[in-house]
């Protein structure tokens, strides 16, 4: 296992159980608000240290208390528009809020988010951010900038497209209505809903089947489905090629072939 150690955060909780890691928000007080505390600085250097740790293959995401997150701190929104001329303001979200949807982005690990409450606003667009979402019957989901006379200053208009698609897009932006667990499972937004008791263990089970294959596997795989929301089908396929010519050669191919004629698990190394 990597000795990478796990970095010092202020307002949430970084666990790590083989290739497994799980960062918890942990500012119930405001809801686990993005702005306006210390969390944005604490998931982008978690997604730094991860990147670092080449035997990671999953991180949780979850919320402590009541909400998953609630987006933006409306009192420090309030206050700071109130003071800060435009410019001001697009230097706030560029080095702000606008590091973690960069940050989500590249990180070539599995991301899965466990929603444990509401995840309204940026709060929404930082589940969306992950490549799978699971959550428990108290979750429930906004894109509800536009009750403030916003719009999703983190990206978000990005990837809820490509998650619901356009039109059911422009629906949740344009009403910033909410929905409960049950819809966003219908619509897409929530792969499974569980019990609030069975939401991390779920998470988990889900980390480890993940986790169990082939470190570098899955790194190319997420880059992989990464790359081809964006490619063309030929510049996807001359990707295909350069990665799976990499892959062949690395010592974990050579065991799965092995595990798979001789009937039993892998034992991978991730090179």
Known sequence: MSNT???ALK?????????IAVLTLQRDDVRNALTGTALVD???????????????SVLILTGAGSAFSAGGNIKVMRERSGIAAPFELEQFYRNGIQRIPLAMRACQIALIAAVNGPAMGAGFDLANMCDIRIGSTRAQFGESFINLSLIAGDGGAWFLQRLVGAQRAAELTLTGRVIKADEARAIGVLLEVTEPEALLPRAQEIALQIASKP???VRYAKRTLRLAQEQSLGDHLETCASFQAILQKTGDHLEALAAFFEKRSGNFKGK
């Open 5 to 7: 150690s796990l970095p």
């Open 11 to 19: 307002d949430a909780a970084l666990t790590r159980e083989g290739r």
């Open 42 to 56: 604490d998931i982008c250097a978690t997604l730094q240290w991860a990147e670092a740790c080449e035997d990671l």
């Open 215 to 217: 470190p570098l596997a």
